[in-house]
C-alpha cells in the first residue's frame, strides 16, 4: 500500500513538472514570441534562405506587439530578395499599403513605395503613392519626390503636318492638307478631309468642303448647313462663330442664324467676349455686340485661335505698347508684347526684348529671360530658350527640358509639340488613363 502511494506521489510531481513546463512555455509574452520567430527568420536570411524564412516574419508581423515594426521591416527585405519568384512582388506591394494606409502612417514608408515604382519604371503608381502621401503628411521630401517626377512624359506615336492650340478637349489638326480634329492625346476626332475647321464646342464643329459650309458633330455627322456664301470663317465657341460674307465679319450661332452687326474683323469668343474691328480701330465686345472695351485701338492681343479674353484681362496695343487691362480697367505698366491669359495660372509679355510672366495685378511672376513664351495652361508654360522649346513650372523652374522645334500649351495633361517626325502629342504619365494633376 505504501508502495503504490509512493508511485502515485511520483506520478503526480512528473504531472506537476509537465504542467509547469507547459506553463513556463506558454507564459512567453507575444513580443518574446515575436522575437523568437525574427532571431530564427534572420539565422536563415543569414545563409540565403529565405524562402523558409518567409513564413516566420509573416507569423512574427501578424502579432501586434512591440516588434510588429521590426518583423514588417524585415519582411520586407525577405520579399525584395525574392522579388523575381512569383507572387512576391504582390505581397511586397500588399504590405506597403497595409503600412500606408495606416492610421499616422509615417513619410518614408511612402518614399519606399514610391521609389519601388519608379525603380520597376511605374511611374503612375509612384505618382499616386506620393499624392496620397503628401495628402495624410505634408511631407516635404515627398513634395519634393513628386516635383521631380511628375512632369515624366510619354510620345504619341501619331503624327501631324500641322496642328493648333487645343480647345475644349480637342485640337485641329492637318493631314495631307486637308483639315480634322483630334483629341488631346493626339487620337483622331473627325478625320482629316476638309479645306477647314473651326474649333469644337457643343458638340459640333464649323466646316468647309468642296466649297460648301456645314457643321458636323463628334460622330462626323452633319448638323446644320450654311445657305448664305461665305468666304471664310473663324473659330466656334460660346455658341458663336464669325462669318465673312460680303466683305463684313458677321455672327451667327451654331445653327446659323446669323446676326445683323457688321464687323471688318472678328475674333474668337471666349468668357463671352471677343476681339472685334470697327472703325479700323480694335475693341472687346460681348455675345450681344456691346463694347466692353471701345474700339480705339491698333491691336487687341490674341492667341492663334483668336482669342483675347480670360479671367476679366485683356491685352491692348495702342502706339506700339501694349496695356493690360483687367475688367475694363488698366493695370500695371506697359508691354512690349503679350499673351493672352488663360483660364488659369500667368500671362506671357515681353520687356526689354526678354519674355516673362505676370499676374492679374501685373506683378512680376517669372522673370524676363525667355526668348519667347506662351501664358501657362495646367501650371505649366511653353518657353523658347535660344532656338528649342521646353516648359517650366510656376515658380519658373525648367520642367520637361528644351528639345522641342515648336510647342504648345497643356491640356488635359498633353500638349503638341512639334519634332523632327513632324507634330506629335507628348502626354504626362500622371494623366494616363484619365488621372489629373
Known sequence: ?????????????????????????????????QLDLIHQAAELASDGIYVLAVPLLEEAAGYNAVHTSAAETDLKRAYLALIDTRGYSRKYTGLLERQMSRKGAQPDVFVEAANYYLGISRTQEALVVLKDGIEKTGSEKLIELYESNRYTYETNRTTYELVAAMYNSTVQVRTDGLWGLARTDGSELIPCEYEKISTFSVDRAIVRKNGEVFAVNSGNNRVAKLHENAIDFGNYANDRVPLLIDGSWRRANGDFTIGASTFQQLGMYSGGYAAAKEGGYWGVIDTASKWLIPAEYDEIIQDELGRCYARGAVFAQKGGAVYLFVEGQQVGEAYEDARPFTDEGYAA?????????????????????????????????????????????????????????????FSQGSAPVLTERGWQFITLLEYKKGASL
Open 1 to 33: 500500500m505504501k508502495r503504490k502511494a509512493q508511485i502515485i506521489v511520483g506520478a503526480g510531481c512528473v504531472v506537476l513538472l509537465i504542467i509547469s513546463w507547459v506553463i513556463a512555455i506558454s507564459s512567453k509574452t507575444t513580443a518574446e514570441k
Open 349 to 409: 509679355v515681353m520687356r526689354n526684348g526678354k519674355w516673362g510672366f505676370i499676374d492679374l495685378t501685373g506683378a512680376e511672376m517669372v522673370r524676363f529671360i525667355f526668348d519667347d513664351a506662351l501664358s501657362y495652361g495646367q501650371h505649366l508654360a511653353a518657353v523658347k530658350t535660344d532656338s528649342l522649346w521646353g516648359y517650366i513650372n510656376l515658380t519658373g523652374q525648367v520642367v520637361i527640358e528644351p528639345v522641342f522645334i515648336e510647342a504648345k500649351s
